[in-house]
């Protein structure tokens, strides 16, 4: 059974730093990678996806790798603003089109 | 139009009381799904639709009763549910068929508490 586990957990930074989210898998049989943001009660906004022949997906100050051999994907955040403070997640598509979620990284960056 | 809607924003029931959660995607998208989220958790897999038929249930007690009308719509009915049913619950769309490729656009959820 595929597992996903994001770290850290939590994370809280100054404005202005440079971040980088983890996410790791365990079964490297995916299809794509998504990376997603969370606003407290809100739904998941797509960040990035990540297909399982590509390397690495740019979108603005965001930008997410995808090592697929040794099960892992990160998730790297330019020049933080308050604005990026919200709930990351992780989550990865099998052949079947099921995502399989990571417990998230709650992101504050503070002013 | 990449857009899933989802109503209501917010419902509060009893315990004895019947409602409906609804979903409704214009992307041409065949598979559609439920999920449930508690908080800071992640979200987890309830029902899936492929074509209008129920391809996945996720061992989700009988209380909770998708149906898919159209390609468009899909519906989650509620009766009988218990406190611990109260969540956030998204509804995705994405393409069907196999491959895995198939990205899932989430709507922006209804948060159910239930009394």
């Known amino acids: 059974k595929q597992e996903v586990t994001q770290i850290p957990a939590a994370l809280s930074v100054p404005e202005g730093e440079n971040l980088v989210l983890n996410c790791s898998f365990t079964d490297s049989a995916i299809y794509n990678l998504q990376w997603f943001r969370q606003d407290p009660g809100k739904g998941l906004t797509s960040l990035l996806l990540i297909q399982s022949s590509q390397r690495e997906q740019t979108s603005g100050r965001l930008n997410a790798s995808l090592d697929k051999s040794s099960g892992r994907s990160t998730l790297y955040i330019a020049a933080s603003q308050p604005g990026d403070s919200a709930t990351y997640l992780c989550a990865v598509q099998d052949a079947g089109n099921m995502l399989t979620f990571g417990g998230g990284t709650r992101l504050m960056v503070k002013p | 139009d990449t857009e899933v809607t989802q109503t209501p924003k917010h419902l509060v029931m009893g315990m004895t009381n019947k409602k409906s959660l609804k979903c409704e995607q214009h992307?041409?998208?065949?598979?559609m799904y439920w999920y449930k989220q508690k908080a800071k958790k992640p979200p987890e897999l309830m029902f899936v639709y492929s074509y209008e038929k129920l391809s996945i249930n996720e061992s989700v007690p009988s209380r909770f009763s998708p149906e898919c009308p159209n390609s468009s719509l899909l519906n989650l009915h509620l009766h009988a549910l218990q406190p611990e049913d109260s969540a956030l619950y998204l509804c995705?769309?994405?393409?069907?068929?196999?491959?895995?490729?198939?990205?899932?656009?989430f709507g922006p959820g209804t948060r159910l508490t239930v009394l």
């Open positions: 992307m041409g998208h065949r598979a």
């Open positions: 995705a769309s994405s393409q069907a068929g196999a491959g895995g490729y198939n990205e899932q656009f």
